[in-house]
């Protein structure tokens, strides 16, 4: 290479290099800022999280602190007083407070609690069918046994979250109305079903056993 050859690329190099620090100059101010975006965005993420955990872990607290209480009346009184920090966490608290106005001889005033929940638009499913499957099976409620079974047989729709737990109490209704063949057959269903808890199985072979059945009878 001549000399004249390596002064060209020695200018040509240094003109690269202006060049390059010019754009830096100008433009160099947009990287700062995606860095500084990027930066302040895992930050607030981050604090959006713990304070988030930090509301949980408050709301938790203060309901392990009210059930604490000897008396239900004092129970129900001290989770009256808690606000939950989400709407699925008001609707856990007050399922809890209808239990314990339960206990306390409030019966309807925990199956209007319930109901409210139930039909709470604003909540995901899961929780209103929890709270409607609870309202349906408190000792108070003044539907027939018709409504109930109505009631029921949707929750036991294929893919439901509480299918089966409907399905046992449609047996039990079955049992009211005298029907103890269905009743046999339903329970018998349910302890072939493959999603079927513990405990359920064991209710069911118990109540067949107490009607005269045999388990795996179809």
Sequence with gaps: MSDTDSFIDEVTEEVRRDKLFGYMRRYGWIAVLAVLLLVG??????????????????FGDAILAALENDEAADRVSALEQITAPTEEGAAVLDMLTAAEQGIDGNGAAASERLNAT????????????IASFKALTRPETTLAAE??????????????????????????LDIEAGNTDAALTRLNALLADSEL??????????????????????
């Design 118 to 129: 139930a039909t709470n638009g604003e909540l995901p499913e899961i929780y209103r069918q």
């Design 197 to 218: 808890t513990a405990g359920l199985r064991r209710r069911a072979s118990q109540l067949i056993v107490a009607l005269g059945g045999e388990i795996g009878a179809s």
């Design 147 to 172: 409504e109930r079974r109505v009631a029921f047989e949707a929750m036991a729709s294929p893919g439901g979250p509480l299918r089966l737990l409907a399905e046992e109490q449609l047996a039990l």
């Design 41 to 58: 965005g895992t930050a607030y993420r981050e604090y959006s999280r713990a304070t988030e955990a930090a509301r949980a872990q408050a």
